[in-house]
C-alpha cells in the first residue's frame, strides 16, 4: 500500500535497533527482515516511509514484534483517509482508470466508467455518504450487460 507513513516508519527503526539490544550485536537490515520472514526491499521501502504493509505482512511483524503494529499502521491510515477524493460517474478515460488504485475503484464489464471511488470515508459528512451509498446501490440494481 503506497502511503505517506509518519509513524510506522519510526515505530519499525524503533524495534529494529531495539531487536540489535536485545540480541547484544549489531545487524543488517536484511538480517532484520530474514528474522521477520519479509523481503529487505519491502523494509527498506517501509523505513523510507514510502509504503506501508499489507494485513498478511503486519500479521508476519505482529508475530515477532506484537499486535501494536496494527495501531501504528491504522493511525498512519488515518493521516491518509484525510486526503478525500471523490469521483462518481464520471470518469471514462481509459487512462484515468487504468491509473486508478484496483481496490479503490469499481469497474464494471462494459462500462466505461469507474462510478465511485472513495478515499477517507470516515470524513464524509452524512448527506455525502448517502449519496455515495445511493449510488453504488444503483449500480448493483442495473441488470448486466448481455453483450
Do not use: C, H
Not at 532484520?32 to 503486519?58: E, Q, V, Y
Not at 471511488?117 to 445511493?134: A, D, P
Request: proline fraction near 5%; aromatic fraction near 10%.
Amino acid at each position: 500500500m503506497e502511503t505517506d507513513s509518519k509513524f510506522f516508519p519510526k515505530w519499525l527503526f524503533t524495534k529494529y535497533v531495539t531487536w540489535q539490544q536485545e540480541i547484544g550485536s549489531k545487524k543488517t537490515i536484511r538480517e532484520f527482515a530474514n528474522w521477520l520472514d519479509l523481503s529487505p526491499s519491502i523494509i527498506s521501502l517501509w523505513l523510507k516511509g514510502k509504503r506501508t504493509p499489507s494485513i498478511s505482512s503486519a500479521s508476519r511483524i505482529a508475530k515477532r514484534l506484537g499486535s501494536e503494529v496494527f495501531d501504528i499502521i491504522k493511525a498512519d491510515e488515518e493521516i491518509n483517509s484525510s486526503k478525500i477524493i471523490i469521483k462518481v460517474k464520471g470518469v471514462s478515460s481509459k487512462n484515468e482508470q487504468e491509473n486508478t488504485p484496483f481496490s479503490y475503484s469499481g469497474q464494471f464489464p462494459g462500462s466505461s466508467l469507474v462510478k465511485a471511488i472513495i478515499f477517507g470515508w470516515n470524513n464524509l459528512t452524512n448527506e455525502e455518504r448517502e449519496y455515495v451509498q445511493k449510488t453504488i446501490s444503483e449500480e448493483d440494481n442495473e441488470p448486466p450487460n448481455q453483450d
